[in-house]
Protein backbone atom coordinates (compact mmCIF):
# COMPACT_ATOMS: atom_id res chain seq x y z
CA UNK A 1 0.00 0.00 0.00
CA UNK A 2 3.01 2.71 0.94
CA UNK A 3 4.20 1.81 -2.56
CA UNK A 4 0.76 2.67 -4.43
CA UNK A 5 0.11 5.77 -2.06
CA UNK A 6 3.78 6.70 -3.09
CA UNK A 7 3.39 5.81 -6.97
CA UNK A 8 -0.28 8.11 -7.26
CA UNK A 9 1.93 11.09 -5.41
CA UNK A 10 4.50 11.32 -8.05
CA UNK A 11 1.83 11.12 -11.25
CA UNK A 12 0.52 14.27 -8.75
CA UNK A 13 3.40 15.73 -8.91
CA UNK A 14 4.40 15.20 -12.72
CA UNK A 15 1.31 16.54 -12.84
CA UNK A 16 1.04 19.53 -11.39
CA UNK A 17 4.79 20.30 -12.94
CA UNK A 18 2.93 20.39 -16.43
CA UNK A 19 0.31 22.54 -15.16
CA UNK A 20 2.77 25.11 -13.42
CA UNK A 21 4.76 25.23 -16.68
CA UNK A 22 1.59 25.91 -18.89
CA UNK A 23 3.21 27.57 -22.10
CA UNK A 24 0.78 31.06 -22.55
CA UNK A 25 0.15 30.47 -26.48
CA UNK A 26 -2.03 27.28 -27.34
CA UNK A 27 -1.49 24.86 -30.37
CA UNK A 28 -2.82 23.98 -33.36
CA UNK A 29 -5.42 22.62 -31.52
CA UNK A 30 -6.62 25.99 -29.87
CA UNK A 31 -5.72 23.95 -27.20
CA UNK A 32 -3.13 24.97 -23.78
CA UNK A 33 -1.10 22.52 -21.92
CA UNK A 34 -3.29 23.17 -18.95
CA UNK A 35 -6.00 21.77 -20.59
CA UNK A 36 -4.57 19.22 -21.76
CA UNK A 37 -3.65 18.38 -18.12
CA UNK A 38 -6.97 18.61 -16.72
CA UNK A 39 -8.49 16.28 -19.77
CA UNK A 40 -5.85 13.34 -20.07
CA UNK A 41 -3.63 13.50 -16.59
CA UNK A 42 -5.52 11.77 -13.57
CA UNK A 43 -9.09 12.64 -14.91
CA UNK A 44 -12.03 12.17 -12.33
CA UNK A 45 -12.36 8.75 -13.87
CA UNK A 46 -8.74 7.71 -13.45
CA UNK A 47 -8.79 8.79 -10.49
CA UNK A 48 -11.79 7.02 -9.47
CA UNK A 49 -10.48 3.78 -11.18
CA UNK A 50 -7.40 3.88 -8.86
CA UNK A 51 -9.15 4.86 -6.01
CA UNK A 52 -10.84 1.91 -5.97
CA UNK A 53 -8.12 -0.16 -6.88
CA UNK A 54 -6.52 1.37 -3.32
CA UNK A 55 -9.78 0.63 -1.50
CA UNK A 56 -10.07 -3.07 -2.60
CA UNK A 57 -6.34 -3.94 -2.03
CA UNK A 58 -7.12 -2.34 1.11
CA UNK A 59 -9.90 -4.60 1.99
CA UNK A 60 -7.77 -7.62 1.17
CA UNK A 61 -4.56 -6.43 3.03
CA UNK A 62 -7.09 -6.54 6.43
CA UNK A 63 -8.81 -9.89 5.26
CA UNK A 64 -4.66 -11.20 4.99
CA UNK A 65 -5.66 -12.01 0.98
CA UNK A 66 -2.51 -12.22 -0.20
CA UNK A 67 -3.25 -13.97 -3.77
CA UNK A 68 -6.11 -11.54 -4.43
CA UNK A 69 -3.91 -8.62 -3.15
CA UNK A 70 -1.13 -9.03 -5.18
CA UNK A 71 -3.06 -9.30 -8.04
CA UNK A 72 -4.98 -5.94 -6.67
CA UNK A 73 -1.45 -4.62 -6.88
CA UNK A 74 -0.69 -5.58 -9.35
CA UNK A 75 -3.45 -4.22 -11.60
CA UNK A 76 -2.80 -0.84 -10.16
CA UNK A 77 0.58 -0.87 -10.86
CA UNK A 78 -0.11 -1.22 -14.46
CA UNK A 79 -2.58 1.62 -14.55
CA UNK A 80 0.02 3.67 -12.89
CA UNK A 81 2.47 3.05 -15.42
CA UNK A 82 -0.15 3.83 -17.87
CA UNK A 83 -0.30 7.45 -16.48
CA UNK A 84 3.12 8.01 -16.03
CA UNK A 85 3.14 7.26 -19.73
CA UNK A 86 0.78 9.87 -20.29
CA UNK A 87 2.52 12.54 -18.06
CA UNK A 88 5.76 11.42 -20.53
CA UNK A 89 4.11 12.03 -23.75
CA UNK A 90 2.51 15.05 -22.79
CA UNK A 91 5.39 16.22 -21.56
CA UNK A 92 7.00 15.36 -24.69
CA UNK A 93 4.26 16.94 -27.14
CA UNK A 94 4.61 20.11 -25.35
CA UNK A 95 8.16 20.41 -25.45
CA UNK A 96 7.89 19.67 -29.40
CA UNK A 97 5.66 22.25 -29.81
CA UNK A 98 7.33 24.73 -28.12
CA UNK A 99 10.78 23.66 -30.46
CA UNK A 100 8.06 23.96 -33.29
CA UNK A 101 7.48 27.52 -31.78
CA UNK A 102 11.02 28.38 -32.97
CA UNK A 103 10.64 27.40 -36.37
CA UNK A 104 7.70 28.76 -37.24
CA UNK A 105 9.36 31.99 -36.35
CA UNK A 106 12.42 31.44 -38.27
CA UNK A 107 9.65 30.65 -41.02
CA UNK A 108 7.73 34.18 -40.16
CA UNK A 109 11.01 36.00 -40.37
CA UNK A 110 12.48 35.15 -43.89
CA UNK A 111 9.05 35.51 -45.17
CA UNK A 112 9.16 38.65 -44.02
CA UNK A 113 12.31 39.59 -46.28
CA UNK A 114 11.02 37.78 -48.82
CA UNK A 115 7.74 39.70 -51.28
CA UNK A 116 7.63 37.10 -53.84
CA UNK A 117 6.76 34.50 -50.74
CA UNK A 118 3.70 32.37 -51.04
CA UNK A 119 2.34 31.51 -47.53
CA UNK A 120 -0.92 30.24 -48.75
CA UNK A 121 0.72 27.29 -50.72
CA UNK A 122 3.23 26.24 -48.04
CA UNK A 123 0.38 26.28 -45.10
CA UNK A 124 -1.15 23.97 -47.80
CA UNK A 125 1.59 21.74 -47.43
CA UNK A 126 1.97 21.52 -43.48
CA UNK A 127 -1.07 21.91 -42.39
CA UNK A 128 -1.96 17.76 -43.14
CA UNK A 129 1.22 17.34 -41.42
CA UNK A 130 0.02 19.29 -38.03
CA UNK A 131 -3.43 17.65 -38.05
CA UNK A 132 -1.85 14.59 -38.08
CA UNK A 133 0.52 15.27 -35.28
CA UNK A 134 -2.55 16.73 -33.34
CA UNK A 135 -4.82 13.07 -34.49
CA UNK A 136 -1.51 11.13 -32.98
CA UNK A 137 -1.44 12.96 -29.75
CA UNK A 138 -5.19 12.28 -29.15
CA UNK A 139 -4.76 8.37 -29.90
CA UNK A 140 -1.85 7.77 -27.35
CA UNK A 141 -3.32 9.55 -24.98
CA UNK A 142 -5.85 7.78 -25.45
CA UNK A 143 -4.74 4.20 -25.44
CA UNK A 144 -6.58 1.68 -23.36
CA UNK A 145 -3.47 -0.27 -22.25
CA UNK A 146 0.09 -0.35 -22.25
CA UNK A 147 0.65 -2.19 -25.78
CA UNK A 148 -1.96 0.30 -27.31
CA UNK A 149 0.19 2.64 -25.92
CA UNK A 150 3.26 1.75 -27.24
CA UNK A 151 2.03 1.67 -30.73
CA UNK A 152 0.50 5.18 -30.92
CA UNK A 153 3.23 6.57 -29.40
CA UNK A 154 5.63 4.97 -32.54
CA UNK A 155 3.26 7.24 -34.94
CA UNK A 156 3.38 9.61 -33.02
CA UNK A 157 7.42 9.89 -33.30
CA UNK A 158 6.87 9.09 -37.05
CA UNK A 159 4.44 12.79 -36.86
CA UNK A 160 6.64 14.30 -35.17
CA UNK A 161 9.87 13.36 -37.30
CA UNK A 162 7.55 14.22 -40.81
CA UNK A 163 6.90 17.25 -39.16
CA UNK A 164 10.17 18.72 -38.43
CA UNK A 165 11.35 17.45 -41.72
CA UNK A 166 8.77 19.55 -43.18
CA UNK A 167 9.65 22.65 -41.73
CA UNK A 168 13.56 22.44 -42.04
CA UNK A 169 12.67 21.78 -45.81
CA UNK A 170 10.18 24.68 -46.11
CA UNK A 171 13.03 26.49 -44.32
CA UNK A 172 15.75 25.80 -46.97
CA UNK A 173 13.56 27.31 -49.45
CA UNK A 174 12.74 30.18 -48.09
CA UNK A 175 16.63 30.37 -47.59
CA UNK A 176 17.68 29.70 -50.98
CA UNK A 177 14.87 32.46 -52.28
CA UNK A 178 16.27 34.99 -50.54
CA UNK A 179 20.07 34.37 -51.03
CA UNK A 180 18.88 34.52 -54.99
CA UNK A 181 17.56 37.66 -54.33
CA UNK A 182 20.16 39.38 -52.02
CA UNK A 183 22.75 38.33 -54.41
CA UNK A 184 20.42 39.87 -57.36
CA UNK A 185 20.79 42.84 -54.36
CA UNK A 186 24.19 42.91 -54.80
CA UNK A 187 23.83 42.52 -50.70
CA UNK A 188 27.43 41.14 -49.68
CA UNK A 189 27.31 37.72 -48.23
CA UNK A 190 27.89 36.92 -44.33
CA UNK A 191 31.59 35.74 -45.02
CA UNK A 192 34.75 34.40 -42.28
CA UNK A 193 38.42 35.09 -43.28
CA UNK A 194 41.15 32.82 -41.92
CA UNK A 195 42.52 34.06 -38.57
CA UNK A 196 45.22 31.84 -37.88
CA UNK A 197 48.33 30.13 -39.96
CA UNK A 198 47.79 27.77 -43.16
CA UNK A 199 48.53 23.90 -42.89
CA UNK A 200 51.55 22.84 -45.10
CA UNK A 201 51.60 22.20 -48.50
CA UNK A 202 49.12 19.76 -50.23
CA UNK A 203 51.40 17.84 -51.96
CA UNK A 204 48.49 16.82 -54.68
CA UNK A 205 46.40 19.07 -56.52
CA UNK A 206 42.62 18.77 -58.04
CA UNK A 207 43.85 17.70 -61.39
CA UNK A 208 41.45 20.62 -62.48
CA UNK A 209 41.73 24.58 -62.22
CA UNK A 210 38.72 24.45 -58.91
CA UNK A 211 40.25 23.58 -56.04
CA UNK A 212 38.04 20.76 -54.20
CA UNK A 213 37.80 19.14 -51.01
CA UNK A 214 40.38 16.87 -49.59
CA UNK A 215 39.29 13.29 -47.83
CA UNK A 216 39.78 12.84 -44.35
CA UNK A 217 38.36 16.35 -43.03
CA UNK A 218 36.40 17.23 -39.76
CA UNK A 219 33.70 15.06 -39.03
CA UNK A 220 30.33 18.00 -39.42
CA UNK A 221 29.14 16.54 -36.33
CA UNK A 222 31.61 18.62 -34.51
CA UNK A 223 31.06 21.69 -35.62
CA UNK A 224 27.45 21.14 -35.45
CA UNK A 225 25.41 23.92 -32.76
CA UNK A 226 24.10 22.10 -29.48
CA UNK A 227 21.30 24.80 -29.87
CA UNK A 228 20.34 23.61 -33.41
CA UNK A 229 20.35 20.29 -33.06
CA UNK A 230 18.22 20.52 -29.77
CA UNK A 231 15.84 22.47 -31.82
CA UNK A 232 15.86 19.96 -34.34
CA UNK A 233 17.25 22.34 -36.87
CA UNK A 234 18.58 20.48 -40.01
CA UNK A 235 20.25 22.73 -42.65
CA UNK A 236 21.92 22.88 -45.90
CA UNK A 237 24.69 25.97 -46.28
CA UNK A 238 25.93 26.91 -49.77
CA UNK A 239 29.75 28.20 -49.70
CA UNK A 240 32.09 29.89 -51.35
CA UNK A 241 36.22 28.93 -50.68
CA UNK A 242 38.72 30.48 -51.47
CA UNK A 243 41.95 28.11 -51.34
CA UNK A 244 45.89 29.20 -52.14
CA UNK A 245 48.12 27.48 -54.23
CA UNK A 246 48.80 25.02 -50.93
CA UNK A 247 45.35 24.50 -50.71
CA UNK A 248 44.67 26.73 -47.33
CA UNK A 249 40.96 28.27 -47.54
CA UNK A 250 41.72 31.97 -46.36
CA UNK A 251 37.97 33.14 -46.92
CA UNK A 252 34.49 31.49 -46.73
CA UNK A 253 31.49 32.93 -48.11
CA UNK A 254 27.71 31.98 -47.50
CA UNK A 255 26.59 31.59 -51.35
CA UNK A 256 22.85 29.67 -50.07
CA UNK A 257 22.06 30.20 -46.34
CA UNK A 258 20.04 27.62 -44.20
CA UNK A 259 17.88 30.25 -43.05
CA UNK A 260 19.15 29.39 -39.90
CA UNK A 261 22.36 31.73 -38.94
CA UNK A 262 24.00 29.72 -36.42
CA UNK A 263 24.28 26.46 -38.83
CA UNK A 264 25.91 29.39 -41.54
CA UNK A 265 28.34 30.05 -39.52
CA UNK A 266 29.34 26.64 -38.38
CA UNK A 267 29.53 25.91 -41.76
CA UNK A 268 31.93 28.77 -42.17
CA UNK A 269 33.93 27.85 -39.85
CA UNK A 270 33.93 24.38 -40.71
CA UNK A 271 35.19 25.20 -43.88
CA UNK A 272 38.40 27.02 -42.95
CA UNK A 273 39.58 24.56 -40.96
CA UNK A 274 38.91 22.05 -43.93
CA UNK A 275 41.50 20.38 -45.72
CA UNK A 276 41.55 21.19 -49.95
CA UNK A 277 43.40 20.04 -53.23
CA UNK A 278 44.66 23.41 -54.43
CA UNK A 279 43.60 23.88 -58.34
CA UNK A 280 45.72 23.30 -60.99
CA UNK A 281 46.87 24.94 -64.40
CA UNK A 282 50.13 24.42 -66.35
CA UNK A 283 51.15 21.36 -64.24
CA UNK A 284 51.40 24.11 -60.84
CA UNK A 285 49.29 24.24 -58.29
CA UNK A 286 46.92 27.79 -58.27
CA UNK A 287 44.63 29.88 -56.32
CA UNK A 288 40.60 29.24 -56.46
CA UNK A 289 37.22 29.38 -55.11
CA UNK A 290 35.22 26.18 -54.70
CA UNK A 291 31.52 25.94 -54.44
CA UNK A 292 30.27 23.41 -52.37
CA UNK A 293 27.47 22.26 -49.97
CA UNK A 294 27.37 21.58 -46.43
CA UNK A 295 24.88 19.62 -44.82
CA UNK A 296 23.72 19.56 -41.41
CA UNK A 297 21.74 16.41 -40.13
CA UNK A 298 20.77 15.37 -37.29
CA UNK A 299 22.62 11.85 -36.83
CA UNK A 300 19.97 10.58 -34.11
CA UNK A 301 16.07 10.28 -35.12
CA UNK A 302 13.62 10.39 -32.33
CA UNK A 303 12.58 7.26 -30.82
CA UNK A 304 10.22 5.81 -28.56
CA UNK A 305 12.35 6.12 -25.53
CA UNK A 306 12.31 9.61 -25.96
CA UNK A 307 8.64 9.59 -24.77
CA UNK A 308 8.87 7.19 -22.01
CA UNK A 309 8.81 7.93 -18.15
Not at 49 to 77: F, H, I, K, M, V
Amino acid sequence: MPQLDEALDQLRKMSWALYSDALAQPDSRGRTIAQDVNQWLLSPDHEERLAALRARAQSQSAAADSAALQATLGEAATRVQQERCFAAVLAGYWRYRELLARHEARLQALKERLPQDEPAARQRRIAPLVMRWAGALTAAMSADSLSAEEVAVEELTRTTEQLFSAYNEERGELASSLSTQERAQGKAPLTQTRQTPCQEPHPQTSGSPKPKLAVNNRALEEVYPASSKHALFEGRTVVDASVSANGCAEQAAVYQSSGVEELDDAALRWTLQAHFLPGERDHQAVTGVVRFAVKFVLSAPLSYQGWSP
